[in-house]
């Protein structure tokens, strides 16, 4: 069995690994989907199929430590009801409307509020489609702090010289993280010549990595860092650079500096694509806590186990604009989506996402099924929710 999943923040379809035989049997045997396309899927198949994507695809670990974060209860934050879209709203309600699977409050290291729905408890994981690109970004973080990438100025090339004489050739580390590079991409997810079908059907030859062998093809439209465009290619790009910089996997990677030493309560799985590699811009499983714990990892600073894994101001950076997307309050960081408030969120298509306001020390994580993968009223209802929380936070503190 091959799945094709339309699998990122804004629509990212891309081609997982083949499954063994035995994983399609028993992907029947529960009931599980075994279309090619995430879109065709119902809505049952979906909530089942979230909770345990490993039993779809081959993917690898990103292991746990044996010490985890004292996620200490907090006094339940008194949510009530708020007003939208000309009704009261209340935490129920709005779960059931985002078809929330989970969804959790953290203030100041503690749960305010935590709550699960379709059948989905904290001991499981749930996929995060393009959530994961926040977290490939931290790990450039991570690799400049340990001296493998030496500066987000550097030309990419210096890391991957496979895309020599490419469009890539000239575009730095940074534009590369913000999306700017230039290069010529058709992000036409209807169109079967597009570059975001073709690059998907690549094959891998010889154990290379089927998204280097298609992102060396492209051209140059405009000069590095003079336009943002969304490019699914470049996230995946992003996991290949840290790979090479590092000499390890990203699984191995995220494991190693964030996932053990911050104490994460249970191991996630990453889907690889068909050279065996993680795809980075999409698809880890994780609990929802340890989504949240990511939120607080970036709340507190970027340290872990008594050091400091990004460089310091990391997330000062790379959660602010730097990159204007055409709407206003809102931009582009490093693979983060954010607001002129000093906000910013890690989205994934169908109602992932991780919500983080340093400035409060709040984080927001929520894994959901919307009833499709993007739905511009759920996303504007999530953002009102968002700033409710944010007002509650802050009638406490007067």
Known sequence: MRLLGFLTGAALLLGLSACDSIKQVAADAAGLPTDENVLFWTQDQRDNAFRQ???LTTTRTISAGDETYDLAQGAPLD???????GHEWT??????DQRNAGLIILHDGKIRAEEYA??????GRWTSFSVAKSLVSTLVGAAVQDGSIKSLDDPLTDYIPELKDSGYDGVSVEQLLTMTSGVKWNEDYADPESDVAKFNMTKSKDGDNPILTYMATLEREAEPGSRWQYNTGETNLIGVLVSKATGKTLSGYLSEKIWQPFGMQMDAEWILNDGGFEIGGCCISAALRDYALFGQFVVEGGKAGGKQIVPEGWFAN?????????MPGKGYGYQWWTYDDGSFAAQGIFGQGIFVDPARKLVIA??????????DRLKEERDRFYRYVQSVIDAEAE
Do not use: H
């Open 366 to 375: 929520s894994n959901g099924n919307w009833p499709e993968a993007t739905n």
């Open 118 to 123: 379709l059948d989905y408890a904290a001991d």
């Open 53 to 55: 994507m490993e039993s």
């Open 91 to 96: 935490l129920g309600k709005y779960m059931a």
């Open 79 to 85: 949510i009530g009801t708020w007003s939208g879209e």
């Open 318 to 326: 790379a959660g602010v604009k730097q990159a204007d997307i055409g």
